[in-house]
């Protein structure tokens, strides 16, 4: 397997950016969507919810300090993880 090759520019680094790649990862977790590296669906909870126990981590340690449009994406983004790793423990 090759090794993929870094863009020689990379976007700058936003809140909104990070917790959009970080809810990925739980997708990624929670069977969801395909694992890029596996191709395959697998899921694997612990991970999941380390992942989203980040993304409640960061809602705390930001708070008072993002956009409104960040907040919004912040709170919808963790309550649809939440239930979905919560559908999936059930």
Do not use: W
């Not at 090759?2 to 936003?14: E, F, N, R, Y």
């Not at 809810?23 to 069977?31: D, K, P, T, W, Y």
């Amino acid at each position: 397997m090759s090794v993929p090759k870094v863009p020689d520019t990379l976007p700058k680094p936003d809140l909104l950016r990070h917790l959009f790649e970080l809810a990925q990862q739980v997708s990624i977790a929670l069977g969801d969507t395909e694992n890029p590296l596996t191709r395959k669906r697998e899921a694997n909870l612990p991970v999941a919810r380390y992942l989203i126990d980040t993304i409640a981590m960061l809602d705390e340690k930001t708070a008072g300090n993002r956009t409104d449009e960040e907040d919004q994406y912040l709170s919808g983004v963790l309550t649809n993880l939440r239930m979905a790793y919560v559908q999936k423990t059930s």
